[in-house]
Antibody, heavy 117, light 107 residues
Framework: QVQLVESGGGVVQPGRSLRLSCAAT????????MHWVRQAPGKGLEWVAV????????DYADSVKGRFTISRDNSKNTVFLEMNSLGADDTAVYYC??????????WGQGTLVTVSS | EIALTQSPATLSLSPGERATLSCRTS??????LSWYQHKPGQAPRLLIY???NRATGIPARFSGSGSGTDFTLTISSLEPEDFVVYYC?????????FGQGTKVEIK
């Protein structure tokens, strides 16, 4: 079954860190770029980061650059998002998504991150 | 950075009516624009890529058009499940940007 399943969300205190995972099944993971996109409560979709396949390149939104790190393990078909120095503005549902011609053609169900003391 | 502006913010229509959603970009993007549907509590779904190409499994009532700075998503005859939120998206200089969304609601 072709799918993405996120995990690792939860409640975290401001200033702390959290690591999200996204496991891919049913397709050639190593052939695709992988993204993280988030949606804060009551807000729209916000792109966060992408990890490319085949080249060692990652790109980030300005809002997370220097605090978040995206990585991937092709042997485990998994993409990660390491989030540091979390603030209230990072509270959101985090989705991972597969790249297709610079569109995002497959999405997970999301994992909720709540930053609160 | 290219900005995407969707209009209207909310579109009130009845089932069976035609929906026309607009996305304008602050600079020309050729045909590099995608549309997504997002139902509450579900994963977003790619509808249209490269301005006018329907993604796999997307019903024919969804169509996309436009180039340059003006793009349109058309739903030819609204089904009950279509009353949700739609986003446009563009990639420029390794940054992905979404519009703010259009909510299609039942009139």
């Amino acid at each position: 079954q072709v799918q993405l399943v996120e995990s690792g969300g939860g409640v975290v205190q401001p200033g702390r860190s959290l690591r999200l995972s996204c496991a891919a099944t049913g397709f050639s993971f190593s052939n695709h770029g992988m993204h993280w996109v988030r949606q804060a409560p009551g807000k729209g979709l916000e792109w966060v980061a992408v990890a490319w396949s085949g080249i060692n390149r990652q790109d980030y939104a300005d809002s997370v650059k220097g605090r978040f790190t995206i990585s991937r393990d092709n042997s485990k078909n998994t993409v990660f998002l390491e989030m540091n120095s979390l603030g209230a503005d990072d509270t959101a549902v985090y989705y991972c998504a597969r790249d297709y011609a610079f569109s995002l053609d497959l999405w997970g169900q999301g994992t909720l991150v709540t930053v609160s003391s | 950075e290219i900005a995407l502006t969707q209009s209207p913010a909310t579109l009130s229509l009845s089932p069976g009516e035609r929906a026309t959603l607009s996305c304008r970009t602050s600079q020309s993007v050729g045909t590099s624009l995608s549309w997504y549907q997002h139902k509450p509590g579900q994963a977003p779904r790619l509808l249209i890529y490269d301005a006018s190409n329907r993604a796999t499994g997307i019903p024919a009532r969804f169509s996309g058009s436009g180039s340059g700075t003006d793009f349109t998503l058309t739903i030819s005859s609204l089904e009950p499940e279509d009353f949700v939120v739609y986003y446009c998206q563009h990639r420029n200089n390794w940054l992905w940007t979404f519009g703010q969304g259009t909510k299609v609601e039942i009139k």
